[in-house]
């Protein structure tokens, strides 16, 4: 199984994770802020892993290290759990609607950390907690973590939980694609240079 353990302790945060790729989106999440929390549980049950992970941040000065060190956290382990990338799929997508909004996304795990984030969230915050600005930290982090490229672009929405929730949601689906194994290829590295770095 693709399976990954991450600890990551730092003055700021200190992050302890266990990650499967081939799950059934089982969770147990605590980072101290309920709305990342509710994020990364829809996150999991969309892309059907299972994830444990805890997290003690220094919230009380706000949720921006706590956001951006799990999200590190996570990528590094699906970065551990791939290994050299063989018979992955790599490339994902997604048009996800919720409610009014509607968010396209795509990934290629590409070796090549960036991400792309044109999102019109019209609050500041959600929650007493969660800047909304920390949605981009979340992605940009993730994906030098991961080395992926990552697209999200909002194409409808109003509700800015809305458009956050189908962000986390279609990322979800479209990891979950690209992870997923090539049955036509199961042990081929999908890239013409021979290597994903």
Do not use: W
Not at 88 to 97: D, E, T
Not at 158 to 163: C, D, G, L, V
């Amino acid at each position: 199984m693709r399976k990954a353990e991450v600890t990551r302790n730092t003055t700021e945060t200190k992050i302890h994770l266990q990650l499967t790729i081939d799950g059934t989106g089982q969770q147990s999440i605590k980072t101290g802020v309920g709305f990342l929390d509710h994020m990364l549980e829809l996150f999991v049950r969309h892309g059907r892993f299972d994830l444990t992970l805890v997290c003690d941040g220094d919230t009380e000065v706000d949720a921006h290290h706590t956001t951006e060190d799990v999200a590190i956290a996570i990528g590094r382990a699906f970065s551990e759990s791939l290994g050299e990338r063989r018979g992955i799929k790599r490339y994902g997508s997604m048009l996800l609607p919720m409610d009014e909004a509607l968010v396209m996304t795509a990934i290629d795990i590409s070796g090549r950390g960036m991400a792309v984030v044109e999102l019109a969230i019209p609050s500041e915050k959600i929650g007493q907690q969660f800047d909304t600005e920390l949605v981009e930290e979340f992605f940009i982090a993730f994906a030098r973590e991961l080395g992926a490229t990552i697209h999200l672009h909002q194409i409808a929405g109003k509700n800015s939980h809305h458009i956050v929730e189908a962000c986390f949601k279609g990322f979800a689906r479209a990891l979950g694609e690209a992870v997923a194994i090539n049955q036509a290829a199961p042990d081929e590295i999908p890239s013409t240079k021979g290597t994903i770095q």
